[in-house]
C-alpha cells in the first residue's frame, strides 16, 4: 500500500538491531529522511555502507558504557565511520548503562527529533 510519506519529515528510531536497520536504510535509501536515533547499535558492514551512501540524514547515537551486549566500542565505530562520512552526527553515552534505554535518553531523542524536524 502506498502511503505517501513526506520522507523529509521523517525519523527512524531504533534500539540495537533497530538502530542497524535503521542506520542501513537511511544512509543507502534515495529518499533523503530527516533523521535517526539510535540507542545501543552499531553500523553493521560499513564496507558496504561506505560503497552505497546515497544519503545522508542527521544522526543522534546514545550508548551505555557497561553495554556486554552490544559494546560502547561499536558505537565508537559507527561515530568514526559517520564523522569520516560528514554525516551531521551527536552522540551520547550513559554511564552505568547497559543494554537500554534510560528516561534521559527518551528526553535526548525527542528534542533532536524537534531540533531536526522540517
Do not use: R, W
Request: aromatic residues 10%; contains cysteine; glycine residues 8%.
Amino acid at each position: 500500500k502506498e502511503l505517501n510519506l513526506d520522507y523529509s519529515k521523517l525519523f527512524l528510531v531504533g534500539f540495537s538491531q533497530g538502530t542497524m536497520m535503521s542506520l542501513h536504510y537511511a544512509l543507502t535509501n534515495s529518499n533523503k529522511i530527516a533523521g535517526v536515533v539510535g540507542y545501543s547499535g552499531k553500523i553493521y558492514d560499513p564496507n558496504y555502507l561506505a560503497k552505497n551512501i546515497k544519503s545522508k540524514p542527521a544522526v543522534f547515537l546514545m550508548h551505555g558504557d557497561d553495554d556486554s551486549i552490544v559494546p560502547l566500542e561499536e558505537m565508537m565505530e559507527a561515530k568514526n565511520f559517520l564523522l569520516e562520512n560528514k554525516f551531521n552526527l551527536k552522540t551520547k553515552i550513559f554511564k552505568g548503562c547497559g543494554h537500554s534505554i534510560p528516561v534521559e535518553g527518551l528526553s535526548l531523542g525527542l528534542e533532536f527529533i524537534n531540533i531536526n524536524k522540517k
